[in-house]
Every structure is written in C-alpha cells, then in structure tokens.
C-alpha cells in the first residue's frame, strides 16, 4: 500500500484501519516494512483505537525521510483483553514530496493460550476457564495470562504494583539523586522512554519512569525501595518487573538487595544500554536468612535520549516483614557510635573499613570517594546531595548548640538556630518572610533548612558546619539554592574553616525577593576543612533565611591510575593524569600547578 496524494488542499489525512480483534494475548507483537523516502515526505503514525479509550495510543512514528530503503518496524502489544482496532495514519502538511509505503504485515504470538487436557506438577498453573496450562512463575505477576483473568485472582495486593494509583507500598529513596516521575502515555522526550503503559497496554494506563534530561546529569541514580520483606528462607522468594530501556544513551538499570538500612546493598540484577522501544519481564530470584529489602535503581546516560520505565512488579512466596533493619548509626555531630570494629591491623593514623576490617589513610576518609566497599569512611561526613526531605540535616550540625549542657531542650526553643521547615508548619503570615514552598518538591509538603529570626536579638549569628572534609579536588564546588525574603533580613554567609582559620566564600544581605535563588561557591583543592553556613539576624523578626538542596559537585579528590597516562592525557608533576584540554586553562587541575607552568 503507498500514498497517492491527488489533491492540493492543505491539511489531509489518509489512514489505513485493521479489522477489529476482540482481544490479544500478553505476548502478542505485531510486525511490518515500512517505506518513508523524499524531500519532505513528513511524518506517519500507528494508532491503537479500542472500546472506551476516549484518545487514541501511538504506537510508532516515524518523523522524516529514512531514506531510499525499506525497513522494519516491530510494536509490542501485549495482553489488550478488549476489542481494539489499528489506524496507520498519515498527515500532509499542504507539501508532500516523496513516498510513504507499508508491507508484510504480521502478527505473532497473539492468540491465547490453547486448553490442554492435564495440567500436572508444582511448576503449572491451570487456567479456570480457558483450560489453559501455563507456568507458575506467571501467577500473580499483574499479566492476564489466561484469558480469563484466573492466574490473577487471589493475589495478596501487598505484593504487587501496577502503579495504576500511585506507587503502592514502595517508596523512593532520599539518599539518591533525584525521583521516579509516576507519568501517564509517552514520556516528555521523543526517541526515548516507552509510548505507553504494560498493565493496559494504552496511553491510559500509569507506570513509572526516570528523567534523563536536565537537570539530570550523567551518572545522577533514582533509586525505588520495596517493602521490608522476612527471611526466604528455602529461598522461594521471586520478585518479577517489566521494563523498557529505550533510546541511544539510555545507561543502566539495577536490582540490589539490602539487610542493612542505610547501605546500597549487593547486587542481584543489571542490564546496560538500549534494549529496544518494548517492555522486557525480568524474574529475579531471592534469598536471604535476614530480614531484607529491594532496590531498584536507574542510573542516568550522558543525554537526554536516556529515560527508563517501570511497571508491573510483584513478589512471589514472599512475606512481608513489620520490623525494621538495623543501621549502620551516626551522630549529629558526623562521628561514628562506636561499633565492635572487625578483626584488623591498622594503625593509629589509619581509618577501619567496617566490614571488610581492611585500612585506609584517614585523607581518605570524608572526601566524597568510597575508598571501602560498604562506604563506612563517607558513613559519618556530609552527605553529597542533600535536600532534607528524610527530615536529617545529611551530616549538618550546629557546634553551638553541640557545646551545651543537660538543659539543651529547654534553653534552644528560643534562641536563633536552624531548622528543619516546611510551608505546611508555617503559623498565618509568617509565609511573607519565610518560603511558603521548598525549592526540591516546589509544594508546602517539602522540607528545608532556615533560621527562624522570630527568636534571638539584632545581630546574632548561627551557624551550621559540615564534619571535617578530609580531601577535595580541584573542580570541587557547592550549589545550594537560598531563600531571603522579608523586609528585616540581615545575612547569609558561606565560610571555610581550617583549624582556627575561617575564610569567607561568599555572602549576601538584605531582601532578594520571594524565589529561591541559586548560589554557586568555588572550593577547589583544599584539605581538613569544614564548609560554614552562617546566618546573622537583621532588626526584627520578619527576616527568615531558607536553604535547600545543597550539592557538592565534582568534589572527590584526583586520583592517581595505576598505570601510564595515555597519549590524550597529560602527566602531572605529582604523577596524575589529567585531559590535555585542561593545559593552561588558568585553573590548577593538577593540584601542584604544573599543567599551568609557563615551560609547557
């Protein structure tokens, strides 16, 4: 079938319509060749049409001239247990030149399972109505299967979401990057991410799905946790999901299981790149003789074409567990509970790994590198990304209010401090001076850090340290947004502290108007040093200063590879490598200055 445009009229449409199916089977897919060749030939699209779905489901598109060729196009359509219809449309934008064809059009593998006289053995499910034999693994996993909608019944819902309202009993992580986007129909950015849901198949259903435009950047982790669940113990537990890595720059997803509350856990499952604009099953198998939890964790690519979906997860034989798991603790303050460290041979000057007991130099310890494998020497320090939604202050803390005696609680309601606040707890008309919304969630539910200038007299000043940093490299620098609003406001200023030395990195008085603003302050290479952000109250009490999501970027420190610098690096006087475009760039990459020494 080709295109045969025979009129002139400025917008036409030609569309070519399947018959009607009553219903196809979960793994049905559809296949044919398509031609698209000429000068502006324009764009065609597949569109599912079915009973009760008010806006058609794009299937494929394709945008502009392919070339002189014929090439193939391949749709998952899945389980769609309504009656449905397809439409290949074309639209002519008054100018059509070239030629837009279609062939050899196939379905596979759409028909239900056919009924089978026996259905024996602990490893098969027999359908109620259709008589269908399947595998058990497909039992409780949110797919019709049968036909008739029997492998699903009876399911525990604990154990299964198809996030149709909402993400059921997962949860995101607060320690990551940033969040799965709950989204409905094709995500924001062409070339990537699926075009529609795995529950129903349209547009109209809901799944998970991970940005990988900006402000995300390559590397950035979203990580999704599951509900705690018991020890497996035969090890029968199975955790089943639907995923869709699609799009050139598309980079990893991985499945970790955790015993321990605030670790990464150990891996289970990855897969890396793009697989194709379908919905993949994954099974993975568990076990475990504690307690344990499921991680499930997006890493973004270097590019926008990059976004990951998720949808249809579920558990079976697992059972859900109400305790908690145990953590690896800190204090406020950044140092570590004292905990039986393991078995070792370290020195005075040397920091314990937790779990493995190996040594490290204490440089190492607080500068943004896991230099051990359970990350115990970042465990006790400043968190790189903090936006204070798990309501912690992310390894922050008030030396003052440290230093005080037993009568702590009573004495700090009224005097000036920082805190944890949202709009949601602001008392009437104190949202004129303090933010009404936080800059991570843009709603009154968001958490950030202010000081409250309700309390404490003209001139006062607070302040708020990181622990000790130990080792910094040299493109490190801290991005915070701040929030200064009201007619009274004194200042906000960002000190560094080395020993009894403190240094100002920046500051800023007086009103900026009622926005978060973004501030961005140059650390560099600097070692055993605290980062300050320091608070002085103006006149009165309308004068609150707020700051959210402070990161620290580009902040480990340089590290020295065991082996040669290739030919596009250069080699540094204290033996690292560093890219050749940095030469004589004016900024001390190195850390010894020798990339910028006048003899190169």
């Given at each position: 079938m080709f295109i045969l445009k025979n009129s002139s009229s400025i917008s036409q449409v030609a569309q070519l319509r399947s018959p009607k199916f009553r219903q196809a089977g979960s793994n049905c897919t559809l296949s044919f060749w398509y031609y698209n060749y000429g000068q502006s030939v324009g764009a065609a699209e597949l569109q599912l049409l079915g009973d009760g779905l008010k806006q058609p489901t794009v299937l494929w598109r394709t945008y502009y001239n392919e070339g002189n060729q014929w090439l193939k196009a391949v749709i998952q359509l899945g389980r769609l247990p309504h009656?449905?219809?397809?439409?290949?449309?074309?639209?002519?934008?008054?100018?059509?030149?070239?030629?837009?064809?279609?062939?050899?059009?196939?379905?596979?593998?759409?028909?239900?399972?056919?009924?089978?006289?026996?259905?024996?053995?602990?490893?098969?499910?027999?359908?109620?109505?259709?008589?269908?034999?399947?595998?058990?693994?497909?039992?409780?996993?949110?797919?019709?299967?049968?036909?008739?909608?029997?492998?699903?019944?009876?399911?525990?819902?604990?154990?299964?979401?198809?996030?149709?309202?909402?993400?059921?009993?997962?949860?995101?992580?607060?320690?990551?990057?940033?969040?799965?986007?709950?989204?409905?129909?094709?995500?924001?950015?062409?070339?990537?991410?699926?075009?529609?849901?795995?529950?129903?198949?349209?547009?109209?259903?809901?799944?998970?799905?991970?940005?990988?435009?900006?402000?995300?950047?390559?590397q950035d982790k979203a990580v999704l946790l599951s509900p705690l669940f018991n020890p497996s113990?035969?090890?029968?537990?199975?955790?089943?999901?639907?995923?869709?890595?699609?799009?050139?720059?598309?980079?990893?997803?991985?499945?970790?299981?955790?015993?321990?509350?605030?670790?990464?856990?150990?891996?289970?499952?990855?897969?890396?790149?793009?697989?194709?604009?379908?919905?993949?099953?994954?099974?993975?198998?568990?076990?475990?003789?504690?307690?344990?939890?499921?991680?499930?964790?997006?890493?973004?690519?270097?590019?926008?074409?990059?976004?990951?979906?998720?949808?249809?997860?579920?558990?079976?034989?697992?059972?859900?567990?109400?305790?908690?798991?145990?953590?690896?603790?800190?204090?406020?303050?950044?140092?570590?509970?004292?905990?039986?460290?393991?078995?070792?041979?370290?020195?005075?000057?040397?920091?314990?790994?937790?779990?493995?007991?190996?040594?490290?130099?204490?440089?190492?310890?607080?500068?943004?590198?896991?230099?051990?494998?359970?990350?115990?020497?970042?465990?006790?320090?400043?968190?790189?990304v903090c936006d204070f939604e798990d309501k912690t202050q992310c390894g922050w803390y008030q030396p003052a209010l440290e230093q005080m005696s037993g009568n702590y609680s009573t004495y700090t309601t009224s005097i000036f401090k920082w805190e944890l606040g949202r709009g949601a707890n602001l008392y009437p008309g104190q949202e004129k001076h303090c933010p009404l919304i936080d800059h991570t969630t843009c709603t009154e539910e968001g958490w950030y850090l202010f000081a409250d200038s309700s309390n404490g007299e003209f001139g006062h000043t607070v302040d708020i340290a990181t622990p000790v940093i130990s080792l910094t490299g040299p493109k490190c620098k801290i991005v915070f947004w701040n929030h200064m609003n009201g007619s009274t406001i004194g200042s906000l200023e960002v000190l560094c502290k080395t020993g009894n030395r403190t240094s100002k990195l920046w500051t800023q008085s007086g009103s900026q108007g009622p926005q978060w603003n973004r501030a961005e302050v140059f650390l560099g290479i600097r070692s055993n040093f605290q980062v300050v952000f320091r608070a002085k109250r103006g006149v009165s009490y309308m004068g609150d200063v707020a700051v959210d999501d402070i990161t620290f970027e580009d902040c480990s420190p340089l590290l020295i590879p065991g082996r040669p610098c290739t030919s596009e690096e250069f080699t540094c006087a204290n033996k690292y490598c560093i890219p050749k475009d940095n030469l004589c760039d004016f900024v001390n990459d190195c850390a010894d200055n020798s990339d910028e020494s006048p003899t190169i």
């Open positions: 009656p449905f219809q397809l439409s290949l449309d074309k639209i002519s934008l008054g100018f059509y030149d070239g030629i837009s064809a279609i062939d050899d059009i196939t379905f596979e593998n759409c028909a239900l399972p056919s009924p089978a006289l026996s259905c024996a053995g602990p490893n098969h499910f027999w359908c109620r109505d259709t008589k269908a034999c399947i595998d058990s693994l497909l039992v409780c996993d949110l797919v019709d299967n049968c036909g008739d909608g029997s492998d699903e019944d009876n399911c525990n819902p604990d154990l299964q979401c198809n996030f149709e309202n909402g993400l059921c009993n997962w949860e995101q992580d607060a320690e990551d990057d940033f969040d799965w986007v709950r989204i409905q129909g094709p995500t924001p950015t062409a070339n990537t991410g699926p075009l529609k849901d795995h529950t129903t198949g349209t547009a109209r259903g809901h799944y998970l799905y991970m940005e990988s435009s900006k402000p995300s950047q390559f113990g035969n090890g029968n537990c199975i955790f089943r999901f639907h995923y869709h890595m699609f799009g050139k720059q598309v980079y990893k997803l991985s499945v970790f299981q955790r015993t321990v509350s605030n670790t990464k856990g150990w891996l289970l499952w990855y897969k890396f790149g793009n697989q194709g604009n379908r919905w993949i099953r994954q099974t993975v198998y568990i076990s475990s003789s504690k307690p344990f939890q499921i991680l499930v964790k997006g890493t973004v690519g270097d590019g926008f074409t990059g976004d990951i979906g998720l949808d249809d997860m579920s558990f079976l034989g697992c059972t859900l567990y109400n305790g908690n798991l145990p953590t690896i603790s800190t204090t406020t303050s950044g140092t570590s509970v004292p905990a039986t460290l393991p078995m070792n041979n370290c020195t005075e000057k040397e920091f314990v790994c937790r779990a493995s007991g190996h040594c490290i130099q204490m440089i190492q310890k607080c500068d943004f590198r896991p230099d051990c494998s359970d990350k115990s020497d970042e465990s006790a320090c400043v968190m790189e």
